[in-house]
């Protein structure tokens, strides 16, 4: 890497602390996100002279916030300060603030910020909006083409959710245990909503959209960095790189999808798997189980199997029975149907999925598994019934043509298709 | 004379970079380790995952106790090691310096082995 990509890489990781420790000084997101944009401008002149400095977000912090002041003190007095003077000497002063920012209060100022973006006022588009500008730094034209929306949209959802920021309560003094939990919680399940935006991407938005999962990737893992011992943080992390290695593996040259067990399993990143692995298995040793690390485990199963048919399906069944005591959900129950139509059959399934109907009448998985199931029982009328049902209520063109495939296989040979969904 | 280059780096920066920046420098790092490779003077190199994957045994106390993470918290992280065969420091440091060129920022431990035993594994 030359110069100017080792300090953009460096500024980038610097940013959650640098610019949540600057929150704290200034309790206003705009002055923080402004003192940090400054500090970033004297670090480009500063650094290819001097040097990186050893805790670039110390220096970050230390300068962005002198620059704040003096920007304060001069709109006060309408009248300009020799901001070079209170610049001088940094590399003595940026020791002392490494020394007072020590790792516990970055924590709660990183974990404050993430927290300030999941405020419940908020709709979920603007959280994470509004959490990839100010936590991430993607630009607002990153950010709208990750979310498909122009600009001018993207613009106005963040300056809305500021604007309802800055309405609303900020707790700033230093959370107790409880108030910590319960925001680890709205964080994590913020991250796990960018996550899915990345995730739930098809065909030609995949190469704007994928980048949500890396992103989300990259909060986790600062995250975990601050709480190490949290086994639901492994979890979720674990969850995301699981669900991630397969990414190359997901869809064909057309951007159809290919459904787990059809998946080319050599072109699952084998890095990323290992990561999940060691992550679960020490988020399992706590022994304090939560639904990311049951999801994971999950994820893990599928992923140990170098075959399809190596599937350990009844310990994934049982993984399911968990999550449904966990988080009770028609959702989590469809899926343990699919589990259940490999251990005990299709029939079996299907009985475990009817009682569901109602409450899924408008999902388009829960007609996929159903007209898959009649069509393994040679049901074929029916299946096409479900199908028609699910290709109605798609929720994109890879998700319809999928299902198209599907019905016609029926039409062609009218027998039951091997594969399931 | 056998040496361990252990590597380390700030975690958070690192663990930051993009694929393509991953990529590069990782093109640059294997170059950087040619000469020592075609001499026959590279032993084993390892990455390890980061220090979120770690767990630790302190063993000072009875029972002795695992606790997540890694040994020391530091703003530097190990994050790998080569072995290399030297004839002398200046040589090691030479490799070093070649590494560092193609990966700026952190700081490489040389450090000189009293023990290696090549082992059994095959990956």
């Not at chain 1, 009248?79 to 490494?98: G, R």
């Not at chain 1, 909503?193 to 990737?217: D, H, K, M, V």
């Not at chain 2, 590069?24 to 075609?38: D, G, P, W």
Request: charged content about 25%; hydrophobic content about 45%.
């Amino acid at each position: 890497m030359n110069d100017i990509a080792w300090i953009d890489a460096a500024l980038t990781s610097a940013r959650p602390r640098a610019v949540s420790a600057l929150l704290r000084y200034f309790r206003n997101l705009d002055s923080a996100e402004e003192a940090f944009q400054n500090a970033c401008l004297k670090a480009l002149d500063s650094w290819p002279r001097n040097g990186p400095p050893r805790d670039p977000a110390a220096w970050l912090i230390m300068v962005g916030r002198n620059v704040g002041i003096d920007d304060a003190r001069r709109k006060a007095k309408q009248q300009a300060l020799p901001d070079e003077e209170a610049l001088s000497d940094l590399s003595d002063a940026e020791a002392e603030i490494a020394d007072r920012l020590d790792d516990s209060r970055y924590r709660d100022d990183i974990l404050r910020l993430l927290f300030i973006c999941c405020h419940p006022d908020l709709p979920a588009t603007q959280q994470i909006g509004l959490a990839l500008r100010v936590v991430s730094g993607l630009t607002v034209p990153q950010i709208a083409r990750a979310f498909l929306v122009s600009e001018s949209a993207m613009e106005q959802r963040i300056t809305r959710a500021k604007s309802r920021i800055a309405k609303a309560d900020v707790p700033f003094e230093t959370p107790g245990a409880p108030e910590r939990a319960e925001r680890l919680g709205a964080v994590a399940g913020m991250i796990y909503l960018i996550f899915n935006e990345g995730y739930s991407a098809t065909g030609g938005e995949l190469p704007l959209r994928a980048p949500l999962c890396e992103e989300a990737i990259r909060l986790v893992r600062l995250l975990l960095r601050l709480f190490q011992n949290e086994p639901e943080i492994m979890g979720l992390m674990a969850l995301m790189l699981l669900q991630h290695a397969r990414a190359a593996a997901r869809f064909d040259k057309d951007g159809s999808i290919i459904l787990l067990e059809d998946q080319d399993r050599s072109l699952w990143d084998k890095q990323m798997i290992a990561e999940g692995l060691a992550l679960i298995d020490k988020a399992m040793r706590h022994r304090r189980p939560g639904p990311y690390q049951v999801q994971a485990a999950i994820a893990a199963l599928h992923a140990r199997a170098a075959r399809p048919e190596e599937t350990d399906w009844a310990q994934i069944d049982l993984l399911y029975a968990t999550l449904e005591r966990l988080t009770p959900s028609p959702v989590v129950t469809l899926n343990r149907a699919v589990a259940i139509s490999k251990l005990r059959g299709p029939e079996a399934a299907l009985q475990m999925i009817e009682p569901l109907a109602p409450d899924l009448s408008g999902y388009f998985y829960f007609f996929g598994v159903k007209g898959a199931m009649l069509q393994q029982l040679g049901r074929n009328e029916e299946a096409r019934i479900a199908f028609d049902r699910a290709i109605a209520l798609a929720n994109n063109a890879a998700e319809a043509a999928h299902i198209r495939s599907h019905l016609d296989r029926l039409q062609n040979n009218g027998a039951p298709a091997s594969k399931k969904v | 004379m056998l040496y361990a280059v252990l590597c380390y780096n700030s975690e958070e920066t690192v663990f930051s970079w993009s694929k393509q920046e991953e990529e590069a420098v990782m093109t640059k790092l294997i170059a950087a380790q040619e000469k020592m490779a075609k001499a026959g003077k590279l032993g084993p190199v390892a990455r390890l995952m980061p220090t979120t994957a770690a767990t630790t045994l302190r063993k000072d106390r009875e029972p002795a106790v695992v606790i997540d993470g890694p040994f020391a918290e530091t703003k530097e992280q190990l994050l790998g090691f080569y072995v290399i065969d030297c004839e002398s420091l200046e040589e090691a440091l030479d490799f070093a310096r070649d590494l560092g060129k193609a990966n700026p920022g952190g700081a490489y431990e040389i450090r000189p082995m009293a023990l290696f035993r090549p082992g059994s594994l095959r990956q």
